[in-house]
């Protein structure tokens, strides 16, 4: 029972593999992955009190992984419906598309539970590779041809960070003499004088900086997020940093906050360089989705503001915070992926009079753009409010002028793109129509979103269970 999600998940992905030895089986493996997405989501809810561990140790089961699980496993759900036809994806691959998507997710869902490094190396790789398979799936027939060099990039650069993470983890082994986290932990919080652990705890780091995105491990966004087809952009832009936040945060534990001015003062750079960077950089940008993997490096740096305050309340509003982001960013793809007519990627001006050609889609673009605006009473700035408190608490005002800073920035471009929607004519864009799948996903994410900014406190209560489990 304890291993039941991660089962169902296995048998899952064993179904779509038979179902690729078919052909013409898309929408068959789509509507598979559908119903195990809501399937697993079921059993994480009720297994998410369980507790215990299995395979000697390396792997633990507790509030806090199962509470990941089941964020993860929604999220891959929403991103499935987002596109109702899987425009981008050649007909002839997509039962693949959908198996691979399927083992990264799986590959996440282990990260959750793994209380080794060995064990949380192998999980990283699984769900890792599957996602440098998906990003080169494109059609061609759209015109796009940048796929081939987003893969290489993604490819390249995941293994320099994950290189680097190795060699971390060997320090960590090297100190500790034990890969178990319970073991490694208190060993390594009693070394507050040893630069190598230091050094150890921010090369492991380096490896989850490169799946959130976080500068200077942020190079390959803008091409992945171009390159790729809408849906896996989707995918890559929201459910991999559900696990890169649950796994940083149980890295971060590893340090001692009393004795962390270094790994503190990291935090802080890395912040500040993301936010900066991110906005600035996407402030020019023209392609929506490139735009957003910009805007997705500054929101990285904003979730390293609840890190870096090393406390329990801490971790908690980063965790609130990722959960919004994934919601704000999930609306702005429904409606990329619906604008798209064959699956391209869509510009600023595609969105033109987009309030005439498909009013409910314009008003979940609003609700998403104004939400990772920080605009309220949306979660966007709730969020941020709660970081920006809690770093100010910790006396970091230095860092929190710098983030207000940034959020002001932001602003611009994302209320160009709202103001293209809403104040520009349609000229000669053809109407958008929006199925009942496709309103039905807008209209729970839209109120997920307003939920969150007006009512936290559930989510907020929740998440703090699951810091207390970790703590």
């Known amino acids: ?186 060993q390594i919080r009693n070394m507050t004088d040893n630069p190598v652990a230091l050094l150890a705890v921010l090369m492991v780091l380096a490896g989850f900086f490169y799946k959130l995105a976080i500068f200077p491990f942020h190079l390959w966004v803008p091409d992945v997020y171009q390159g790729a087809a809408n849906p896996t952009t989707a995918f890559i832009a929201t459910v991999p940093k559900i696990g890169a936040v649950a796994i940083m945060i149980r890295i971060v534990t590893l340090a001692n906050p009393a004795s962390s001015e270094w790994l503190v003062l990291f935090l802080m750079i890395a912040a500040v360089a993301s936010m900066f960077y991110g906005n600035l950089a996407a402030l020019v940008q023209t392609d929506v989705k490139r735009m957003l993997g910009f805007s997705g490096i500054a929101h990285a740096g904003f979730v390293l503001l609840g890190l870096l305050t090393m406390d329990q309340m801490g971790y908690t509003r980063a965790t609130f915070y990722i959960i919004g982001y994934l919601l704000m960013n999930l609306a702005c793809f429904l409606v990329i992926c619906n604008v798209s007519v064959q699956g391209e990627n869509v510009s600023r001006d595609d969105l033109k009079g987009l309030y005439k050609r498909s009013p409910f889609l314009a008003l979940v673009l609003l609700v998403g753009m104004f939400a990772l605006a920080g605009i309220p009473p949306f979660v966007g700035f709730i969020g941020k409010f709660m970081l920006l408190a809690g770093a100010l608490q910790a006396d970091h005002l230095t860092l929190v002028i710098l983030a207000a800073l940034n959020t002001a920035i932001a602003i611009f471009y994302y209320l160009s793109v709202v103001r293209v929607a809403f104040t520009s004519d349609p000229e000669d864009r053809p109407d958008v129509q929006v199925g009942a799948s496709t309103w039905a996903v807008g209209m729970i994410l839209m109120v997920l979103i307003v939920y969150m900014g007006v009512a936290p406190n559930k989510i907020l209560g929740v998440a703090s269970q699951a810091m207390q489990v970790l703590m």
């Open 1 to 186: 029972m304890l291993f039941l999600p991660e089962l169902f998940l296995l048998g899952g992905s064993l179904i779509l593999f038979f179902i690729t030895l078919g052909e013409n089986k898309g929408t068959l493996a789509k509507n598979v992955t559908i119903a195990i997405g809501l399937l697993f989501s079921i059993l994480c809810v009720v297994g998410i009190n369980k507790s215990g561990s299995l395979f000697f140790g390396a792997y633990g089961i507790d509030f806090y992984s199962q509470f990941f699980k089941l964020i993860i496993g929604l999220a891959m759900t929403f991103v499935v419906f987002l596109a109702p036809e899987t425009k981008g994806i050649n007909r002839s691959t997509r039962p693949e598309y959908y198996l691979f998507m399927m083992l990264s997710v799986l590959g996440l869902v282990m990260l959750m539970s793994s209380a080794e490094l060995l064990t949380l190396f192998v999980a990283l790789e699984l769900s890792s590779y599957a996602l440098y398979l998906m990003v080169p799936m494109r059609d061609d027939t759209t015109g796009e041809r940048r796929q081939m060099e987003a893969a290489i990039k993604y490819v390249m650069f995941g293994v320099i960070s994950t290189g680097v993470m190795l060699f971390g983890m060997s320090y960590l082994f090297g100190l500790t003499g034990t890969t178990y986290l319970d073991e490694l932990v208190p």
